[in-house]
């Protein structure tokens, strides 16, 4: 079976650092883009990074030059390095596989066909 499972969130205050990570099995994800989500409470899940199959990088603005996405393809681990934290980083964070082979990764929820259950990251001022 398909599995993405994350971990990795917590609490931290303002400024502060987290790394997420991400264990994916049942799939070639090394041959598909993989991203990351967060949904806010009364939010919308929104885009927050992705990664092609080749490595190529891509952010929302909102977490441009904070956020590094990776992937470790020899054990299937996708990685979120979140730095200089902020109250509004707060969210539960998912991660996703987008099945489709595409030149670019999508930014659209939509896109993407497999989702872990989420890791809550809380940023206290």
């Known amino acids: 079976a398909v599995q993405l499972v994350e971990s990795g969130g917590g609490s931290v205050e303002v400024g502060g650092s987290l790394r997420l990570a991400c264990g994916a099995s049942?799939?070639?994800?090394?041959?598909?883009?993989m991203g990351w989500f967060r949904q806010a409470p009364g939010k919308q899940r929104e885009w927050v990074s992705s990664?092609?199959?080749?490595?190529?990088?891509t952010y929302a603005d909102s977490v441009k030059g904070r956020f590094t996405i990776a992937k470790d393809s020899n054990t299937n681990t996708l990685y979120l390095q979140m730095n200089s934290l902020k109250p509004e980083d707060t969210a539960m964070y998912y991660c996703?596989?987008?099945?489709?082979?595409?030149?670019?990764?999508?930014?659209?929820?939509?896109?993407?066909?497999?989702w872990g259950q989420g890791t809550q990251v809380t940023v206290s001022s």
């Open positions: 996703a596989a987008d099945r489709t082979q595409r030149s670019f990764c999508s930014q659209a929820r939509l896109s993407y066909d497999y």
């Open positions: 049942g799939y070639p994800f090394s041959s598909v883009c």
């Open positions: 990664i092609s199959t080749g490595g190529s990088t």
